[in-house]
């Protein structure tokens, strides 16, 4: 009989597996997920054709593009929350005008900024990706010679939005300084242009200067989306820095 002593141990998993799973239970972003993101970064094109051909999982090689999507949101949320949150949607506010907020709520402006910060948190992701979607997938569809149905129209946006927010991820503090906001929101137009060109060049068009038309077109399309989220947001905001406890 072999002694306890001379048992072989248990597989145990490895620690870069145990920081896979770690990551996975904290923002849904583990091995598969930088996997997809690094493809959404040097091989869009090719990663929308499978996307495209073989399944929402690309044929078990890539991760849900809304889930990728929803994780690096998450990502985004989670430096916006060590950084300040999103008080800064209130900063156009005049002193006065935010005492009066926080005098009516019965709550210093402090604190009706820290709930209405919570609740504008709570919503981001949701109601932008819904906005995104709703606003983007009608054109994708529109311009995709297959005749896209509803549910490939919609993992395609997914995709494109993937390819626009991996490489804006790392600029998300940009955001946070009113002295480098500009050139944030220009080199996020700039994304939205080019990231189409990478993704859409025999899907989306074929003729290089159509393709440019419509980036710019996709372009303006993502910036009226984005007026429309900040509208609700900031709605969202006034009723939870009012009425949160």
Not at 14 to 34: C, K, P, R, W, Y
Not at 137 to 165: Q, S
Not at 227 to 244: D, E, K, Q, R, V
């Amino acid at each position: 009989m072999t002694d306890a002593k001379d048992a072989k141990p248990a597989n145990r998993p490895s620690d870069d597996n145990g920081l896979h799973h770690l990551a996975q239970d904290a923002i849904g972003f583990g091995m598969l997920e930088v996997r997809t993101a690094w493809a959404m970064l040097v091989r869009p094109r090719q990663s929308l054709e499978l996307y495209m051909t073989l399944g929402p999982t690309a044929g078990g090689t890539l991760a849900r593009p809304l889930r990728l999507y929803l994780a690096l949101n998450a990502i985004m949320m989670l430096i916006m929350f060590f950084f300040g949150g999103m008080e800064g949607m209130f900063q156009g506010i005049p002193p006065e005008g935010m005492q009066a907020l926080a005098d009516n709520a019965g709550k210093t402006p402090e604190e009706f900024l820290a709930d209405a910060d919570g609740w504008m948190s709570l919503a981001m992701v949701p109601l932008s990706s819904a906005i995104y979607a709703l606003i983007l997938t009608p054109f994708l569809r529109w311009w995709d010679p297959e005749k896209l149905g509803w549910r490939k129209g919609f993992r395609a946006t997914f995709v494109y939005l993937n390819v626009l927010t991996v490489p804006f991820v790392p600029l998300t503090l940009m955001m946070f300084d009113n002295r480098l906001l500009g050139s944030a929101m220009l080199i996020f137009v700039a994304l939205t242009f080019f990231g189409f060109l990478r993704t859409g060049q025999g899907r989306w068009f074929s003729n290089w200067a159509v393709g440019a038309l419509k980036a710019v077109v996709l372009g303006l399309v993502i910036v009226v989306a984005q007026f429309l989220s900040a509208i609700p947001m900031l709605l969202i905001g006034f009723l939870g820095g009012t009425y949160g406890a």
